[in-house]
């Protein structure tokens, strides 16, 4: 665990080289308030899904993520510090490595140091970080004192029980190990097959656990092409309802405090990704990012980098957009961390991709 005595900027989900062109930082106006960014930090943390690689385009992946990654490293310098915490659709960078340790029975920290040379992609991240010294962690890092990072893809697991209301009820659950959520069914995936298991009878939503991961991102990734046909963007804006309204906030983050409780995570607050729902946002309940009550973590989400069109609506007089593009986390010496809009001043129509 580390204290903060550093400016450390937080972004996930960046999902570089999105075949549906999503990927915001492909557009000059976004990387380079990024890269301002950047510059005024002495550490950036990338917080998974860095480069999009469940589409099975690693190649293409690379080439939008390359000159990306050598604009942040440039920005940060050979005196800052650049963070990997692989995700869930970037989980091939450390997928060999992982494997292998479990398999020879070496325990997952909550925060492991990962060899850079862990997958040739990987090396490859590294180095276009350079000048900017870089290391890898998994499934994450401290960030500060008692501030505990993770991309949150272990979250899914947790799902099922979210939605049947039965996080609490399994308070007592023994405690778990990094290795437990690494190994489940679906660990390295995103869900929305959960949402089915979750209003089906206990023993039949078991059966579909081991699908966790598909449906959500089957269902994230289709929202866009979905709004995009006539007569279908009200059924985009009534999927978009269900993530964030039956999803997100009933079930992912409550999750998330729920595997930092059953991980014994010594945090006052867990900073995660994954879900791209930015926050805490003004007007947010406070139990929203506190689900636990006492018994568990302050919770607080980086946001992403990619445009959903359903997701992130239409704007709204005086209100946030809790997925609109851009989000991150900061966090500075004595202050707590804080949700940032760093793409606020830059127009939808710059940012919105081909869908």
């Known amino acids: 665990m580390v204290p903060s005595r550093v400016r450390t900027l937080v972004i996930s989900d960046l999902h570089l080289g999105s075949a549906l062109g999503r990927d915001v930082l492909r557009r000059p106006a976004a990387l380079d308030a990024l890269v301002a960014a950047s510059a005024g930090a002495d550490r950036l943390v990338l917080l998974g899904d860095t ?7 690693s190649d293409r992946a690379a080439a939008a993520g390359e000159p ?7 920005a940060l310098g050979p005196q800052g510090e650049v963070v ?3 995700g869930n659709h970037d989980h091939e960078l450390v997928r060999s490595w992982l494997r292998d340790r479990l398999g020879a029975g070496r325990p997952l920290r909550p925060a492991t140091r990962v060899p850079r040379s862990a997958s040739a992609l990987l090396t490859a991240m590294a180095d276009w970080l350079g ?5 890898v962690r998994y499934p994450g890092v401290w960030v500060g004192d008692r501030v505990w990072a993770t991309h949150g ?3 899914d697991r947790l799902l099922p029980a979210a939605l049947r209301g039965r996080l609490r009820a399994a308070a007592g659950a023994p405690r778990a190990h990094v290795a437990d959520f690494e190994t489940a069914p679906g660990a390295d995936a995103g869900s929305l097959t959960d949402a089915i298991a979750g209003v089906l009878p206990g023993g039949a939503g078991s059966v579909l656990e081991g699908a966790v991961g598909q449906a959500r991102r089957a269902l994230v990734a289709g929202l866009p092409a979905i709004a995009a046909v006539p007569g279908m963007r009200e059924a985009a804006s009534l999927g978009a309802l269900v993530l964030e309204q039956g999803i997100h906030r009933r079930a992912a983050i409550p999750a998330m405090a729920e595997v930092a409780r059953r991980l014994r995570i010594p945090a006052d607050v867990v900073i995660f990704g994954h879900i791209h729902r930015r926050g805490p946002l003004p007007g947010d309940p406070d139990e929203l990012w506190r689900p636990l009550g006492a018994d568990g973590p302050r919770v607080v989400n980086s946001g992403s980098w990619v445009f959903d069109s359903a997701l992130v609506g239409p704007p709204r007089e005086g209100r946030p957009r809790p997925y609109r593009p851009g989000g991150a986390v900061f966090l500075q010496p004595g202050s707590p961390p804080r949700a940032l809009d760093l793409l606020a001043d830059v127009p939808d129509r710059v940012l919105r991709g081909r869908l």
């Open 153 to 155: 893809h272990h979250l």
């Open 51 to 57: 480069l999009e690689l469940l589409e099975g385009r």
């Open 131 to 135: 000048p900017a010294r870089v290391e």
């Open 84 to 86: 990997i915490v692989p």
């Open 68 to 74: 990306v990654l050598r604009r942040l490293g440039a």
